[in-house]
């Protein structure tokens, strides 16, 4: 089992920046990716960032160059650093971690981008 525990999220003005991190615990040693995905209200789930145990990272075309996904793994942590935020990233935004055996998901952190 792999708990993953979100934080950093909240109110910001557009064009704001904000930074989530994501501390994982628990069976972590057969992690192979972590990722950010993200659900505003009456839309689909959807992949935001992602990064591979060998740190190969994974954007979705709606947030390249304004996000970027990072771990510490010396701390278990990924980090969704997020810049020139728009009110379209506003979303309920979640941890994710995947092992081979299985999916994991955190509780979620609501981003609100809203002047």
């Known amino acids: 089992q792999v708990q993953l525990v979100e934080s950093g999220g909240g109110l910001v003005q557009p064009g704001g920046s904000l930074r989530l991190s994501c501390a994982a615990s628990?069976?972590?040693?057969?992690?192979?990716?972590m990722g950010w995905y993200r659900q505003a209200p009456g839309k689909q789930r959807e992949l935001v960032a992602a990064i591979t145990s060998g740190g190969t990272t994974n954007y979705a075309d709606s947030v390249k160059g304004r996000f970027t996904i990072s771990r510490d793994n010396a701390k278990n942590t990924v980090y969704l650093q997020m810049n020139s935020l728009k009110p379209e990233d506003t979303a309920v935004y979640y941890c994710n971690a995947k092992q081979i055996l299985g999916t994991y998901w955190g509780q979620g952190t609501q981003v609100t981008v809203s002047s």
């Open positions: 628990g069976s972590i040693f057969s992690i192979y990716a």
